[in-house]
């Protein structure tokens, strides 16, 4: 029953991709010059520009994966919102006026601004076309996972349908219908999140979450020498046990399907079966949920409190509740997370997902995914060092961003609109953490994909605010995706062809030249969308950020705040940034499970290369740059 | 060949003044922030601490830090508005 086909979905969904595209023809006859494909013509209000901002920069990893990350991991996933918003301190302050100065319709544009540097060009115009590679793999992710539940379409379907519409929008209009799109779209996602949020809070909290709530089975069982002999069920049938470290897990027949359930044992002594939900993939292949396919409906969406207190007693549920009490009795109660375990059954590989009823007070604090504290490794608080890191300095460094400075008319504009983006995306961010909690406690999660939460939260609350989310959602993959295009086709068109190899062109066919890249890098996105499905959008996003950080942030600032910088120096740093990074990202245990090896081989012993390869970049602009300064004459 | 600004940019007169104010406003927010990844690195136990209305450390300086970094943005706008309007006047003097 999780994923049942809306008509209304379906067709507000339409509606929007409809207007979006109307948009993209409107403007798409006013695109003339390379100014105007690129940059909008420098003529975009600062208000505008602001909420457009939000719209580009607030993506899928933003209203999917943060919210999921929070509904499966609690405050592990709000320290991703408030690293992203930290960002936004680096670019208004450091970099926001200044970049507007150098530049003219490329970041590669203001790093060269000073040295008409070929090397320069080059380094930078890659740099731009990896960052926004990494950072559209997310989105494209994000795409697939969402067409799922809209449209009843396999993930490969929502990949591909993004990946044309937005072909569509950039190739016709450039960054003036991108800018439009994303307006539309930031603006519809804070208001709606609010909406949710709204929603969520006067829900309260309740042991039975939804009306068809499922009804998670506990049964007696006997235990003999570690092994269960004999369960107390006229229902169910013991068929066998499998334990995997200090876990203990349990098959039982459920009229012919098998159902997975853990073994516990209370503090007196009692020993007992919890219900737990399973994936099963058998050695031909094929996926069974809870012991049959996805279309029997026997995997059921999860999230509700084990105990709730409110005002100091415990109660089935709460009613309405104000902004700061909702977070309270969540913090005060015992919410129920589902852990997983992996193992091997015969042929068959198995993901266990377990009931954990975990205290508020672990669930509102870091530790439930990022490893801190006592129970962190040395390593663990590196990598958790090595993300905040990159959250900071990563914002000011992504190219789709930077763009967004030379659409507006002046500096004041640059500056006035990165205040409303604050301002914007900071109030975003908050109902971040409603909605990631409320999906938590409201019945909805899908267990096998974590970026759904925020949508599946909004349909428990009725089909028509689940359509209009889930489009907005869609939008929002559109509207980040149309700023990654725009960017990586200006590396491509203006800063490699035109800038770099200087190919001579008239300003119409450098508009040509521009919507070429962008349907070159929107098929390859396609591709890569496809490839890497599964993965929670946000954690391949923190991951970008790192890349952003370190290839590109050390030259930015060393153009901005140091005389003695060189064209040798920058190309150096930059290219130090993008291997150091990238190698790193392959080498980590991610990708080393993505590769389908054990994680713990992988040489590098931490994900977040940002702790290595921005202060190696750092270094690297600095030493180059006084090893070839001008001798004074 | 070199590039110019997408627009045409008038002189900015303040602009050494404005990059000072930055770069102080960034210095004091990156040690606060700073001091929440510490925190949040090896204390984590302070991060319990109820702190106003029920709520606990960790998400009151969360939402402290986000508040902030617009109040704080809000402020040097104000700020840098100020100095240009000011300086502009006085150039034309």
């Given at each position: 029953m999780i994923y049942d086909v809306s008509i209304w979905a379906i067709l507000i969904f339409l509606f929007f991709v409809a207007a979006v595209l109307g948009l993209s023809f409107y403007f798409g006859a006013k695109t003339k010059s390379a100014a105007s494909y690129y940059a909008?013509?420098?003529?975009?209000h600062w208000g505008v520009n602001g909420v457009a901002f939000a719209g580009d920069y607030l993506s899928a990893a933003s209203f999917l994966g943060i919210s999921g990350m929070i509904a499966f991991a609690g405050y592990d996933g709000f320290i991703y919102s408030i690293g992203y918003l930290a960002g936004w301190v680096v670019a208004l302050f450091l970099v926001a006026e200044p970049l507007k100065r150098l530049g003219k319709f490329t970041f590669t544009d203001a790093l060269d601004a000073k040295f008409n540097s070929r090397a320069i060009k080059l380094t930078a115009s890659i740099s731009t076309l990896i960052v926004s590679i990494f950072y559209l793999i997310p989105q494209m992710v994000g795409a697939g996972d969402l067409v799922v539940p809209l449209l009843g379409l396999p993930h490969w379907a929502g990949v591909t349908i993004v990946g044309a519409i937005v072909i569509y929008i950039v190739a016709t209009a450039g960054m003036t219908s991108t800018t439009f799109v994303q307006f539309i779209k930031g603006a519809l996602l804070i208001i709606f999140s609010t909406i949710l949020t709204i929603y969520i809070i006067n829900n309260g909290l309740s042991l039975k979450p939804t009306e068809d709530y499922h009804d998670f089975a506990t049964i007696t069982a006997v235990v003999e020498d570690g092994t269960v002999t004999e369960i107390e069920s006229d229902h169910f049938i013991l068929k066998n046990q499998v334990t995997v470290e200090d876990k203990t897990f349990v098959l039982l027949d459920d009229e012919g399907f098998d159902m997975w359930f853990k073994l516990e044992k209370d503090d007196a002594g009692n020993t007992y079966l919890t219900e737990a939900l399973s994936i099963v993939i058998t050695a031909d292949g094929e996926r069974l949920y809870n012991g049959a396919?996805?279309?029997?409906?026997r995997f059921h969406q999860v999230g509700h409190p084990s105990r709730i207190i409110h005002n100091g007693e415990e109660v089935e549920s709460t009613g309405p509740l104000g902004p700061f009490e909702f977070l309270k009795v969540i913090e005060d109660s015992e919410i129920v997370i589902f852990k997983r375990e992996i193992f091997d059954y015969g042929d068959d590989r198995v993901y266990v997902f377990y009931q954990n009823p975990t205290p508020g007070t672990d669930i509102m604090k870091p530790g439930m995914m990022l490893k801190v504290g006592d129970d962190g490794t040395f390593w663990d608080k590196v990598n958790f060092l090595s993300l905040m890191l990159a959250l900071f300095f990563g914002t000011s460094a992504l190219p789709h961003i930077l763009i967004r400075y030379y659409t507006v008319p002046s500096q004041r504009a640059a500056r006035k609109s990165t205040i409303v983006a604050i301002a914007a995306i900071g109030f975003f961010y908050i109902l971040t953490l409603y909605m990631g909690l409320g999906a938590m406690v409201g019945g909805v999660n899908d267990l096998e994909s974590s970026n759904m939460s925020s949508p599946l939260l909004a349909r428990s609350f009725g089909i028509g605010i689940f359509s209009i989310v889930s489009a907005i959602a869609f939008a929002t993959v559109l509207g980040t995706v149309s700023g990654l295009i725009v960017a990586s086709s200006g590396a491509i068109a203006h800063d490699f062809v035109d800038m770099y190899l200087r190919v001579q062109m008239t300003d119409r066919q450098k508009v040509m030249a521009g919507k070429l890249a962008a349907f070159g890098v929107g098929i390859f996105a396609i591709i890569l969308g496809i490839l890497f499905k599964g993965m929670n959008v946000s954690f391949l996003v923190g991951l970008a950020f790192a890349v952003a950080a370190s290839a590109n942030l050390p030259s930015i600032l060393a153009v901005i705040f140091w005389d003695k910088t060189t064209h040798k120096g920058i190309a150096a740093s930059i290219i130090t940034g993008i291997l150091s990074s990238v190698i790193i990202i392959l080498l980590s245990p991610s990708m080393f499970e993505r590769y389908g090896l054990h994680p713990a081989d992988a040489p590098i012993p931490f994900d977040n290369p940002g702790i290595i390869s921005i202060p190696l970049s750092f270094i690297m602009v600095i030493v180059v740059s006084l090893l070839t300064q001008k001798k004074a004459t | 060949m070199l590039h110019g600004p997408a627009a045409e940019l008038g002189v900015d007169y303040a602009s050494k003044q404005k990059t000072r104010l930055g770069l102080i406003l960034f210095l004091v927010y990156a040690v606060l922030y700073g001091s929440f990844v510490i925190i949040g690195l090896s204390?984590?136990?302070?991060?319990?601490?109820?702190?106003?209305?029920?709520?606990?450390l960790a998400v009151v300086y969360g939402m402290g830090l986000i508040v902030l970094a617009a109040v704080m943005g809000y402020i040097y706008s104000l700020i840098c508005t100020w100095m240009e309007d000011k300086m502009e006047r006085e150039a034309k003097k």
């Open positions: 909008a013509g420098g003529t975009i396919p996805r279309s029997e409906e | 204390y984590t136990h302070l991060l319990e601490l109820r702190v106003f209305a029920g709520l606990n």
